[in-house]
């Protein structure tokens, strides 16, 4: 792909300044750190504990490798040996990864770079011709004119080669002592080596290795890191912002950066599996990879970011290709002086509409393009004319459905649904923000309207109009045939109605307290709902709490847990009732969606699979709480109500998703309705937190002179009533040898898009878990044979497992798929299965990154700087995460482990009693004095308390769409020391291998394949497990 300079004039790339300290340059691979002695805790380290009290010390034994800027695990930076400071944040290109060795420039004609320059020059006719001085000229191998000769091609001419030549490495370079023969470089990368993460852009990039020494032994030091990938980029992201242009390959999804858009849309939208892909479909065949698109159109922004711009062209509409239909973008070039623009996607020359014309400089560039967004920035939206109306838009209708039977009574379940939703529409008393017109923030925007319904065995509808003293309340009895028995006053606008809806909220608990049916009718509920909603579309949210075993569509204790051969039987993991498909597939055409709450009691079956199905086929979402106890997740419940609530949400949504000519798509995978392969996806609500995967195929060869493209429009309406399309454009580069492409695979995308094709595969086939996991494990050997097969330049001894170094934690990932609820052998609820399964299908990026790897933090050796900002960058200053494993935790040891689901606080059994103290008061002095039910931490005036709730609050700014709220897990003492075991997801345990042993595990496997001698597992299946290719339709 070209580089930045070469398509816009906004920039020029990184600035190389050969006198900085931080410059970015490659840094010598860390090299092992010898053992230091363990430091045990002084009592003077912050709580004064007497000395029968310390802290124990931390496990011996060799500190693991690391990066410059962090301490080894359990050791603090005040203790790093002197002589090696760290030399600051570590760009991403400057990962150096574990690899050894690093090699200098090879990019030699073949490299696919060299004549395809000017060709590309007349393609892309906006381009600047002329490189302004100093930037990096065309990224052909060949140094620029008037360049001094150097030994180096990647060496910045204005440095003389000796500069820096062989000399010993100075303490600024990094924390490690240079490896002993590997050929270092310390040349100022070029902005394209620069877009790859490991920083190498030669034609052999700098493979990762775990060697098996020994019988199959592998150390687990030499084991790619997962929290060491996401720590060491999350440190230069906090002072630089994200070019997406420029740097070709995002960073991991876990990190919070800001993105600035350069016409290409931020990955927060939309991730490639591959930012370069191969010309033909043979080539990524060799790679084994799929080409896949995540898109999470909705994705919120962070603070500093742009916000999306909203275009209105009036009734005309947003100008369009008149052959695809692809919408006005970055892309698209102006020829004829103006009169006409070439669609990238299709490349038809169409004719500029009259209002849109401008005249183009001598280069082809329009002389408006920088006052015009949608010809500079990747993510825009368009505020669409009537055409693309399927009724007239209004503002978005709530309806808070809720269960008034006798088991939410009981469990409270009632009482808290009722105080989130209270808190969701007007926020707790205390906090209410104002405006600048010291009015009151609304949570909903303006237009949108709420209306409230109860149900057991009859479905209650409720008159909150503001002229009303106090609700009023119509049962409807007929559940046969649901129908609406007001016609107005059901949806108010919450602000004018606020008096009579708080009323009705607080003595909802004691209208229900006398009356007790215990079997809910949802059913006819649900009708009834659509019905209110028929009109104008919406969003339902609605609680449940018992099996709706009443009325039409009741549903029946299928799954008794007795499973015979220890997996569940498929039929399960769906629903085969017609009338809940049915009412699905309505919801969708009227543009409904529903979220539900779900709260099974003591653990009982609520058949998410049938009920679930209605959320996740509508593009709404389950809240599960498999054992819900009001004092402990009552927080919980109110935070994902209101996160349910306010998160950016539009409804009546169609989508859309385009590529270049020579590629195709195979198939889609997330919450919605398709009616037929190649029509749009019909979407009930979408919102901010979901996502789907798309995966593509070949039907002819790309040109590698070109770029390929990719446009995702989601036609939808905002809550505020608004028919808008939001437009997100992806750029990729082509290159003939499908070895380029390795040094550009985004390994978040590639698991996620693997998941969601997983997640579908168990859904809609006749496959089974077993098969699921066989063909995760098929994959990942073939995805690291073929790296060894055919990409491979020099040659490694056969006891060497090779990875790429863009896929170095990639095995993790997966075996941590193979160990999640939805695919894991042995005993697990249908329920919880079936719902972890569409969790993974509709979750984005980040949130499933955390799902599969933990975030697990210690809290018991916290610096006294981290958990509060930082002077120099105002950022909040997080402690380094380790990994999850047991071997990890130190005698005395707190840790947090955060999924995104839920969040776990873990006491050891001797931790100090002045810890607990710091944490929870004075009073607590053992583990025993604590509440098992405590879901926050109070607030206390002592330094840990503080660090402590600073640093939680920072991981609620970095997950999905669940609430966080902390769970304690005493060892010996609370349940949830089992799901703690669980999350450590690199030791043995959900009936699967420890990480050492699944890599070597993977290692024999390619080795057979190697060899020829290789049995596919999965090849009862025809192989088709292996490609995905069963996902596609019968006449595909």
């Known amino acids: 792909m070209t580089d930045y300079s070469m398509y816009h004039a906004l920039g020029q790339g990184e600035n190389l300044d050969p006198n900085d300290l931080n410059r970015t340059v490659r840094p010598a691979a860390p090299q092992f750190q010898p053992p230091t002695a363990p430091n045990p805790y002084q009592p003077g380290a912050g709580y004064n504990a007497p000395p029968g009290q310390q802290y124990p010390p931390p496990m011996g034994g060799p500190a693991p490798a690391q990066s410059p800027g962090y301490a080894p695990y359990g050791q603090h930076p005040a203790q790093q040996q002197a002589g090696f400071s760290p030399a600051g944040p570590i760009s991403p290109a400057d990962d150096g990864g574990l690899a050894a060795q690093m090699g200098g420039m090879s990019l030699g004609a073949d490299s696919g770079y060299g004549t395809a320059r000017r060709k590309k020059k007349d393609r892309h006719a906006y381009h600047q011709v002329d490189a302004p001085v100093g930037s990096s000229q065309a990224f052909n191998g060949i140094p620029p004119a008037g360049t001094p000769a150097t030994g180096y091609l990647n060496s910045n001419p204005v440095l003389s080669p000796g500069q820096f030549g062989s000399g010993g490495i100075t303490p600024q370079m990094g924390q490690f002592p240079a490896p002993a023969n590997s050929p270092f470089n310390p040349m100022p990368a070029s902005p394209m080596e620069f877009a790859a993460r490991g920083g190498v852009m030669d034609a052999t990039p700098s493979p990762t290795v775990v060697s098996a020494s020994g019988q199959n032994k592998v150390s687990p030091e030499d084991m790619p890191s997962v929290p060491l990938s996401r ?51 043979e080539g990524l065949r060799s790679t084994a990879l799929p080409l896949g698109l995540l898109l999470q159109p909705l994705a919120p ?29 970055p892309f698209m070039m102006f020829r004829a002086g103006g009169n006409k623009f070439v669609c990238n996607l299709c490349t038809y020359a169409n004719d500029t509409p009259p209002e849109y014309f401008c005249a183009t400089s001598p280069q082809g560039v329009r002389v408006d393009r920088d006052q015009r967004p949608e010809l500079t920035r990747g993510t825009v939206e368009f505020v669409v004319p009537k055409e693309y109306w399927t009724k007239e838009p209004v503002g978005m209708r709530y309806l808070f459905v809720i269960d008034v039977t006798q088991e939410s009574f009981n469990k409270g379940f009632l009482e808290s649904f009722c105080d989130g939703i209270l808190g969701a529409i007007y926020g707790a008393e205390d906090d209410e923000e104002k405006d600048e017109n010291g009015e009151v923030k609304r949570k909903i925007p ?65 209208m229900f307290s006398q009356i007790k049916n215990p079997e809910p009718a949802l059913l006819s509920t649900l009708n009834s709902a659509i019905a209110a909603l028929e009109k104008t579309g919406g969003k339902i949210f609605c609680s449940l709490s018992a099996l709706p075993t009443w009325g039409p569509g009741r549903l029946f204790l ?83 109500i209101k996160h349910a609530v306010t998160r950016e949400t539009g409804y009546q949504a ?36 979901k996502a789907l995967g798309v995966t593509f195929s070949y039907d002819g060869k790309l040109d590698s002179k070109l770029d390929a493209h990719f446009q995702a429009a989601l036609l939808y309406t905002t809550a505020s009533g608004q028919r808008r399309v939001r437009c997100l454009n992806i750029i990729a580069g082509v290159s003939d040898n499908p070895k380029d492409s390795l040094k550009f695979i985004d390994q978040d995308a590639v698991y996620t898009i693997l998941a969601k094709e997983a997640s579908t595969k168990l859904a809609t086939t006749s496959s089974t878990l077993k098969d699921i996991r066989l063909g995760l494990t098929e994959k990942t050997i073939d995805i690291l044979a073929g790296y060894r097969k055919n990409f491979l330049s020099q040659s490694h001894p056969p006891g060497q497992l090779v990875m790429p170094e863009r896929l170095k934690e990639f095995s993790m990932y997966m075996l941590s798929m193979i160990k999640c609820r939805a695919f894991k052998g042995g005993s697990e609820t249908t329920d919880r299965r079936v719902h972890e399964m569409r969790l993974i299908r509709s979750m984005g990026a980040l949130e499933l990154s955390l799902y599969l790897y933990p975030r697990m933090i210690p809290l018991h050796n916290l610096q006294p700087e981290d958990g509060f900002p930082d002077e120099k960058t105002g950022h909040l200053r997080m402690p380094p995460s380790v990994r999850t494993s047991f071997s990890r935790v130190e005698p005395g040891g707190v840790y947090i ?38 879901s926050t931490l109070p607030m206390l005036q002592t330094h840990l308390n503080a660090q402590v709730r600073n640093i939680i609050e920072f991981l609620r700014t970095m997950r999905g769409s669940k609430g966080l709220t902390i769970q304690l897990a005493r060892q010996g003492i609370d349940g949830a020391e089992f799901e703690f075991a669980r999350m450590l997801v690199e030791d043995r ?33 025809g192989g088709a497990l292996s490609t995905f290719t069963g996902l596609r339709p019968s006449y595909w």
């Not at 922004?301 to 973008?329: K, T």
């Not at 776990?904 to 059994?909: I, N, P, Q």
């Not at 345990?989 to 049995?1015: M, T």
């Open 558 to 640: 299928r799954d008794d847990g007795k499973h015979p051969g220890g997996e569940p039987d498929k039929k399960l993991f769906s629903t085969e009732h017609p009338a809940w498909r049915k009412i699905a597939e309505k919801m969708v055409s009227l543009g409904v969606g529903v979220d539900f709450f779900m709260a099974a009691p003591s653990g009982g079956y609520l058949d998410i699979a049938t009920t679930g199905y209605v959320a996740s086929t509508t593009g709404g979402e389950t809240f599960y709480y498999p054992n819900f106890v009001a004092p402990r997740d009552n927080t919980r419940l109110s935070l994902e």
């Open 654 to 689: 169609l989508m859309k998703v385009r590529c270049s000519n020579g590629l195709q798509i195979s198939a889609y995978h997330g919450n919605f309705i398709q009616h037929t392969f190649g029509a749009d996806l019909e979407i009930g609500v979408v919102d901010a937190d």
């Open 301 to 329: 922004l962070q603070a500093g970011e742009l916000a999306i711009p909203v275009l209105d062209f009036g009734d005309v509409g947003p100008p369009r290709c008149h052959r695809c239909r692809a919408y006005i973008n």
């Open 989 to 1021: 345990n959900n009936e699967a291998q420890s990480y050492v042993d699944w890599l070597v595990h993977i290692h024999k496997g390619v080795q057979l394949e190697l060899a020829g001698q290789r049995k596919r597992e999965d090849a009862g299946e």
């Open 897 to 934: 482990v955060d999924n995104g689901q839920q969040c776990l606080l873990w006491f050891h059994a001797q931790t100090s009693p002045n810890l607990i103290a710091d944490l929870f008061g004075e009073d607590k002095t053992n583990l025993q004095a604590l509440d098992a039910y405590t």
């Open 446 to 510: 303006a237009g949108a309207k709420v209306g409230f319904v109860t149900f057991d065995k009859e479905v209650h509808f409720y008159n909150v109009s503001p002229a009303l003293e106090q609700a009023q309340m119509m049962i409807m009895p007929d559940i046969e045939d649901p129908f609406v028995p007001l016609s107005d006053g059901l949806f108010v606008d919450p602000y004018e109605s606020r008096s009579v809806i708080t009323s009705l909220l607080t003595r909802l608990p004691q």
């Open 231 to 281: 720590d060491s980029v999350q440190q230069y992201f906090l002072n630089n912002l994200y070019p997406t242009f420029e740097r070709l390959v995002p960073p991991p999804a876990t990190v919070s950066f800001a993105a600035f858009d350069q016409g290409n849309s931020s990955p927060k939208f939309a991730r490639l599996s591959m930012t370069n892909i191969p010309a033909t479909g």
